[in-house]
Structures are given as structure tokens and as C-alpha cells.
């Protein structure tokens, strides 16, 4: 949870710690629209960050699966929002980390608030996905503390008082900090229209999903 991004330059906390929620501190990553946020080379970034989780100053929430899930919406407005460069973890022996070595640089995009209209999230488990729908009716999808990390990010994104260029462990919009030294943004609030993720790990104090569907599915979202 980067883009070209719609932002109004007149409209210009705790550390990640693996629980969600007000005790804990997680990460987000967005890429807003469809450029990179990162002023960095990638490799740089991957360098410093597996750096600083082995020094364990770059908290993990859980081992992550490996697996790729998509998530779509129509629309998410949140309040509160932070952005910036993370590393995920798989489990050890993982399946799925081919050449990777069991790691994901991936960007955190935090939201203190968050409602998105006609959320759906689909994983591909090879020939069928797991399909999950919910927020298509007058009730919104709700999230609060919610992190998403991501690899890719895009939609119609605008922000109000909007920084660019934070050093990430010195945000202060939804409560969360990320690393010292790791290149950063944070506005106000956040509206993204047509949202589409791919994300390899998602967390949220609460999560509230009206209208929820889940069921295979040949296509995904």
C-alpha cells in the first residue's frame, strides 16, 4: 500500500511492531496511480531494509504465504494516510519463494479510516480462485488501523495536504512509523477511485464486511 498522483500542493505511532490495532504498528504501501513513490533504486531499498529487519529495528507481523491475492474496489476514502517501503518475510521453506529468498519488497500503504465501495479480493489457487465480495449494496465496506502491502497499486488517486519525501519513521498521520532512513508520504485523507492491488498481506483492527460473499470462482477479480 508508486503512482502519478492527484494532489492538491496547497492542500499540503508507534513503531511496526506485528499487531494491528492500537497497540501495534504496522506497514502500508501505494503506488499512486501507476509510477513509483520510491526516489530510490529498488535494489538500494531491498538492501537496507533486509539490513534492518535482521538488526530487527524493522518489526514482522507474520510470515506471509507467498501467494499473491488481488483486491478491488470501486472506491476507498480513508483518512489518515501513510506510505512506504517495506520487506515481507515467507515462512521458512516456503514453497513459494522460488529465487527470492522467502523475501518481498513491497510498499505499506496505512489508513487510520478507510470505506470502500464493491471490494472484492481473489486468490488464484491454480484453475480455480477463492473469491471474496463484499460492500456492493448502501453499506460500505469499514476499516480502521488498516495496512495493505503491496507490490502494485492503481486507480484515480487524490490526497489533501499531502508530504512527500518524509523519512518514514517520522509520520505521524495514522499512527504508524516505518524504518529511519526509508524514503516516505503522508496526507490528510486519501480517495482512490477504480483501486487495484496486488498484495501479499493485509491487517486491519477491525474489519467490516457487509454483504460478504465467499465462494470458487474460474475468474478472479
Do not use: H, W
Not at 79 to 103: H, I, K, R, V, Y
Not at 133 to 138: C, K, Q, S
Not at 153 to 168: K, P, Q, R, V, Y
Amino acid at each position: 500500500m508508486a503512482t502519478s498522483q492527484d494532489a492538491n500542493p496547497n492542500d499540503a505511532a508507534s513503531e511496526r511492531s506485528g499487531a494491528v490495532g492500537t497497540t501495534p504498528e504496522r506497514r502500508g504501501r501505494v503506488r499512486l496511480r501507476r509510477s513509483a513513490v520510491m526516489a530510490v533504486p529498488a535494489t538500494a531499498v531491498a538492501a537496507t531494509l533486509m539490513i534492518l529487519t535482521a538488526e530487527g529495528a524493522l518489526g514482522v507481523q507474520f510470515a506471509i504465504s507467498g501467494m499473491p491475492f488481488t483486491v478491488t474496489a470501486t472506491e476507498l476514502k480513508g483518512t489518515g494516510f501513510e506510505q512506504f517501503g517495506g520487506l515481507d518475510q515467507m515462512a521458512e521453506g516456503s514453497p513459494n519463494e522460488g529465487d527470492t529468498g522467502g523475501q518481498v519488497l513491497v510498499v505499506v500503504s496505512a489508513i487510520k479510516d478507510a470505506t470502500l465501495t464493491k471490494l472484492c479480493q481473489s486468490v488464484d489457487l491454480g484453475g480455480t480462485n477463492l473469491l471474496i465480495t463484499a460492500g456492493g449494496g448502501a453499506d460500505k465496506v469499514r476499516a480502521s488501523n488498516l495496512t495493505t502491502d503491496s507490490t502494485e497499486l492503481s486507480g484515480n488517486a487524490s490526497f489533501d495536504n499531502i508530504e512527500i519525501g518524509n523519512d518514514a519513521s517520522t509520520l505521524t498521520k495514522a499512527g504508524v512509523k516505518g524504518p529511519i532512513g526509508v524514503f516516505s508520504q503522508q496526507a490528510d485523507t486519501v480517495s482512490i477511485t477504480n483501486l487495484r492491488q496486488t498484495n501479499y498481506a493485509t491487517t486491519a483492527a477491525v474489519f467490516r464486511l457487509p454483504g460478504l460473499k465467499l465462494r470458487f470462482s474460474d475468474t478472479g477479480c
